[in-house]
């Protein structure tokens, strides 16, 4: 199996209705989805016994320098300050020949505004899926 290109990987929102390229976007990162075990020891069992359950619900991370005159950095915001978590179809696109689309739906569940200094003003988000991913090579 071929290693793939992470420059041009890019990130898509729908806006409006269209799956639009989330700019400025760096250090995409997935975390969470693990399985609980479940123990079904039988009282006479030498060993414990346990099964797979239901997985966790998935977050992916990133960064995007941040510009609040962009859309869909607006569309991200106001995701985030709604009343109620409303999930949205995302996109991840692979960069290579063979690029892969990893689709889901995600809410932004956190979206912190940070500012150095001399430097490019960031927001790290959190989206937090509420569907499994779906990958289409």
Not at 20 to 37: A, K, L, N
Not at 49 to 55: A, Q
Not at 85 to 113: I, P
Request: aromatic residues 8%; hydrophobic residues 45%; negative net charge.
């Amino acid at each position: 199996m071929a290693a793939f290109a992470v420059a041009g990987t890019e990130l898509q929102m729908t806006v409006a209705s269209v799956l639009t390229r989330i700019p400025g976007v760096f250090g995409v990162s997935f975390s969470g989805g693990d399985r609980t075990d479940i123990d079904v020891t039988a009282i006479d069992d030498d060993d414990q016994v346990t099964v797979g359950g239901r997985r966790a619900a998935q977050e992916l991370s990133f960064g995007i320098y941040y510009d609040a005159a962009n859309n869909v950095h607006q569309a991200l915001l106001s995701n985030y300050n709604a009343a109620t978590a409303e999930a949205v179809v995302f996109n991840l696109v692979d960069s290579d020949a063979g690029a892969a689309v990893h689709a889901f739906s995600a809410y932004v569940k956190s979206l912190n505004h940070q500012r150095d200094v001399d430097g490019a003003g960031i927001a790290n988000i959190v989206l937090r899926l509420t569907t499994g991913i779906t990958t289409t090579p």
